[in-house]
Nanobody
């Protein structure tokens, strides 16, 4: 059974850093594109970053502050978030879609599998 489990969220002060993890089970991460999305209270879920093999994409809000990476041996994708701002407060989700080639897509409807999310709160 394919499963995604996010972890690493928490409370951090503005300017701080967090690293989120998305651990996959039931499938081989190397053959899947993984996306990170977030949903703030009262707002729609939005794309943050995605990765497929050597390709990665970032939303404008994440460029220069967030870094996505993967460890195929651990079947885990990471999202390193630096210089966090209060507007980064949201539930962060990872999602997966099987892929043989090409690029990842930062679009909600493109992904087949979703994790349960991890809360990130940026506040002083």
């Amino acid at each position: 059974q394919l499963q995604l489990v996010e972890s690493g969220g928490g409370l951090v002060q503005p300017g701080g850093s967090l690293t989120l993890s998305c651990a996959a089970s039931g499938f081989t991460l190397a053959n899947y594109a993984i996306g990170w999305f977030r949903q703030a209270p009262g707002k729609e879920r939005e794309g943050v970053s995605c990765i497929f093999r050597s390709d990665n994409n970032y939303a404008n809000s994440a460029k220069g502050r967030f870094t996505i990476s993967r460890d195929n041996a651990k079947n885990t994708v990471y999202l390193q978030m630096n210089n966090l701002k209060p507007e980064d407060t949201a539930i962060y989700y990872c999602a997966a879609r099987g892929r043989l080639s090409g690029q990842c897509v930062l679009s909600l409807g493109w992904y087949n599998y979703w994790g349960q999310g991890t809360q990130v709160t940026v506040s002083s």
